[in-house]
């Protein structure tokens, strides 16, 4: 399973932000902000970016994906 797939079957997504966007979506809200928040294909954004709900585990594999490719780049120097 992917990262995209493990944020949007996360327990964690009953959080405040998600609650909201799924709200305004639910009363018809397309975009809040100027397209600051939306969903997207089961996915909540934030200015064109992944919100990864509070779950400490996505949280360290986000981190670990992205700081483990940028090591193996550039060999840990």
């Known amino acids: 399973m992917d990262i995209l797939d493990r944020i949007r079957k996360s327990k964690a997504r009953n959080d405040k932000v998600t609650k909201v966007v799924k709200e ?24 064109e970016k992944v919100y990864v709900p509070n779950d400490e585990r996505l949280w360290a594999k986000v981190i670990s994906l992205h700081h483990d490719t940028s090591v193996r780049e550039h060999g840990g120097q």
């Open 24 to 47: 305004m979506k639910q009363a018809g809200v397309k975009v809040l902000r100027d397209k600051e928040w939306k969903e997207s294909i089961e996915l909540i954004l934030k200015e």
